[in-house]
């Protein structure tokens, strides 16, 4: 989380749209699309290339990515990186192969 939501050069665009979303729509398509929609489909992605390698079985790529995803946007929010670090622990402990 602090090398992609908390990047110095990130985070303050991430700030802008943030109080700008509730005025302006394209502020708020810009937030979702950077903050929620690009990052789901990227991370669907990579578990259906894991789920295709054998790594994880029996899930679906896109509910394990708005696992994954709400995990990292929780902890996001309320500013609790040991949190994320526990919910991931977790999340990863469930999903893949040993």
Do not use: T
Not at 16 to 27: G, K, Q, T, V, Y
Not at 44 to 67: P, Q, S
Not at 78 to 96: H, M, N, P, T
């Amino acid at each position: 989380m602090k090398e992609y939501l908390q990047n110095s050069q990130v985070a303050p665009l991430l700030k802008i749209l943030e109080c700008e979303r509730f005025h302006n729509a394209d502020a708020d398509r810009e937030w979702c699309e950077l903050l929620i929609l690009a990052p789901l489909e990227h991370e669907a992605n990579v578990f259906r290339m894991l789920k295709e390698r054998g790594e994880i079985v029996d899930e679906v790529a896109e509910e394990l990515a708005a696992e994954y995803q709400s995990a990292i946007m929780f902890a996001y929010f309320i500013g609790d990186v040991k949190l994320l670090e526990i919910q991931l622990q977790r999340f990863y402990q469930r999903v893949f192969i040993n």
